[in-house]
Each structure stands twice: as structure tokens, then as C-alpha cells.
């Protein structure tokens, strides 16, 4: 299998571009900003930018999109931005895929929730709450509808092993490792089931190898406020000084509107894959101490 992973110098990317390597397929994963190692360069606003990968010699028979606006309270403030970022890279990616005869991945959120009643299964009604929440979404159902066999993988509160160290948890690990005192003021109302990056490409992987196609949320075991998902790290560093300011959603008067139950159900992947097992962050945790 040869893949094509738009944002492989990020969290996702990263983790699906060397799982991927690792069981065989040829990979080929891109930066736009940040030059990860073995990465290539492509702009998915500039299609014909002339320092782009050559994506269609390349002939891939997946395209993975891993890139959008991430940051929630950004796409807020700046709209057009985030529709260029989220949702035009993706009418770009589509139209290269659709030219390569390529399957398409495309990584989507929780927030296409309200959180009113989450944890969500796949088919639970959308009702986005934000601009990164609605762009999101429209990247999504554009994929669905514009090529049959899209897959769609549903993910939220990504942590693990990148480059950039820069995941909630990643940066609690690295403060408490270097005796730097935090200062977390988390939202104790706002909940989900944070998984491993590593874990989202091992399932990509097995969805991939088996032509599955349509919407599949990947979480895993746990089901946590951000509070409680701070406090399950720094349980791994007693001595670390910090002051946690448990907050409400409300009270943090952060620019874009959460989904506050949300998370999900991913009854469907484990229905189809049962003996896949996922790993959680006392997992990662556990493995990330045993090293320091
Ligand atoms: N992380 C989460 O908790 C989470 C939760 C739900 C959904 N998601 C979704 O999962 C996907 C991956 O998230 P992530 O956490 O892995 O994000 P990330 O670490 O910020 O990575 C984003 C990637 O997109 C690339 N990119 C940005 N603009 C680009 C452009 N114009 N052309 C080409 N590449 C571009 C970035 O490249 P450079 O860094 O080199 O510029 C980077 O490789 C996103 O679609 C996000 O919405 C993430």
C-alpha cells in the first residue's frame, strides 16, 4: 500500500506515518512549517506551489488529511482562516485524490457534537457549537459525499509521542520533568475520551488494510475531565509543584463554545475489531516514567 499523509510533522500524521512504515506500506508524509524528520514539503493551500512533493508521481493509493486550523479559539477569532486551513485544504486534497484514483482518510472531531448527550456513537445527530466545530464538519460530509469509499475517523484529546511536544499531556510530562511549576487552570465540566496517537494509527491501519469506508469513532478506555486527565498525569511526578484552578466552562470565557459531555462510544470499531486493544494514559504514563 503507498500512502500519502498530508501533516505528518504533526501529532497524528507523525504516529500514522511511522506506524505505517513499520508494517511495510510506503509512506510519504509532509510538513508545512515545521520540517519533522523524513518528511516532505506540501503547501495543501498551493496546490501548484512548485516546491510541493509530487503527490501524483508518487501514485499514492490512500491520502491521509491530517491538517486543519487546530486551535479551537483561533478559528473563533479569525473565520476565514479556519475555512481556508480546515476547509478548502480539504476541497484541495479531494481533487488530488479524485486525480490519483486515491482513497481518502479524513480526521474529524467530537465537536461535531453539542455535548448535551455524549458520549456519542456514529450515529448521533451533529449540531456543531463552534467555527472549528462547523468547518470541521463540512470538511467531513464534503469527503463522505465526494469520494465513496472515504474513511472518516472521529478522534478528540489526542495525546502521545511528537516531535513538538506540544499535546496537554505531553506538556505536563515535560514541565514536571524539567521542575518547572504549572499553573493549570482546567475546566472540570468538559469531558472526553482522550486516546493515543499511536493507538488512532494503529487503527487507521487495520481500517485501511480492510477497505473499510464511512465514520468510525476511536477513543479508548478512558472517559475524563480535563481535570481529572491533569491529575492522572501528575500523579506519576509526586513531587511536582503545581496549582490546579479547577474551573467551569463558563468561567474560562474561552472565545469558542466546547461541547462539554462529549467524547465517544466506539462500540462500532470494537464490534468489528474486538481483539484490538487500546492502550489509555496510565498506559502512557507508566511507559513515559519508566524512562525518566
Ligand atoms: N489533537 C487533537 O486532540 C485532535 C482532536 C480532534 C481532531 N483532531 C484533528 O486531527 C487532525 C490532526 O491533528 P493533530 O493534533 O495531529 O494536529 P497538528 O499536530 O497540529 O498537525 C497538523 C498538521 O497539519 C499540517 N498543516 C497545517 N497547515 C498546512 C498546510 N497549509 N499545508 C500542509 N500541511 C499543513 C501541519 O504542518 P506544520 O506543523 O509543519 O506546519 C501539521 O503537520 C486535525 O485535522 C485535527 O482537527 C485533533
Known sequence: MKVFIAGASGLVGGNCMQHFAEQGWEVAGSYFSFQAP???????LVPDDGNNFDVKKFKPDVIVHCG???HVDNCELYPDQSYQQTVQSTINLIALAKECN???VYISTDYVFDGKQGPYTEDAPVSPLSVYAR???EAEQMALKEIENTLVLRITNVYGDEVRGKNFIARIIE???NKQKLTLKLPYDQYASPANAWDIARAMYVLLRDNKKGIYHIGSTDYLNRV????RVLKYFPDAEYDLIPMNTAELKQPAARPLLSGFVTLKFSSEYPEFMFSNVDDYLKKKTQHT
Not at 523524513?38 to 495543501?44: A, D, I, L, Q
Not at 481529572?228 to 491529575?231: G, N, R, T, Y
Open 68 to 70: 486543519a486550523m487546530t
Open 175 to 177: 514541565q514536571c520533568i
Open 228 to 231: 481529572e486527565l491533569a491529575m
Open 102 to 104: 486515491a482513497r481518502f
Open 38 to 44: 523524513n518528511t516532505v514539503y506540501y503547501n495543501t
Open 135 to 137: 468547518h470541521k464538519l
